[in-house]
């Protein structure tokens, strides 16, 4: 009796292991943007937070931002920041919201305004991150 209840208790704990994965996947932080996608959001501390689809007629409030990815001659961001500084954030072109990607350039936000970045080839989609206040900087990188 004792070695049965061993026996399932040992075959519960190796199914358990085996049929779990070893480690949790997790979207890495930030806003990740497939291409015919849009999202308005707010940021917290770098972060979009309050993220809510958006239509292509949907405008952002006052301190909200919008992210829209096209694939118009290749691929196209739009990002509207109706905040009231100019932002710096940093862009990952990515095959998912798990996978790193490759950083690539992008320029300041300008406040009360819109930015465009383009890409020649389609991307897969956008991980947007890292937002913070650009104070007098404006430029790319």
């Known amino acids: 009796m004792i070695l049965k209840r061993f026996s399932a208790l040992v075959l519960l704990a190796l199914a ?18 497939r291409n015919g996608e849009a999202f308005i959001f707010r940021v917290e501390g770098g972060q979009p937070v309050d993220v809510r689809p958006a ?25 509207t920041n109706q905040t009231a500084e100019q932002l ?13 990607g490759s950083r690539t350039s992008v320029c300041t936000l300008i406040a009360g305004g819109s930015g ?9 989609g956008l991980r947007l991150t890292k937002f913070e206040p650009a104070g007098d900087f404006f430029g790319c990188r």
């Open 88 to 100: 710096n954030y940093e862009a990952y072109i990515a095959k998912d919201e798990f996978a790193k």
């Open 55 to 79: 239509g292509k007629d949907d405008k952002p409030a006052q301190g909200e931002l919008k992210a829209e990815l096209v694939d118009k001659l290749g691929s196209t961001l739009t990002l």
């Open 16 to 33: 358990l292991v085996w049929g779990a994965p070893l480690t949790a996947k997790d979207p890495r932080p930030g806003l990740f943007i």
């Open 116 to 124: 465009y970045e383009n890409w020649p080839e389609t991307l897969a």
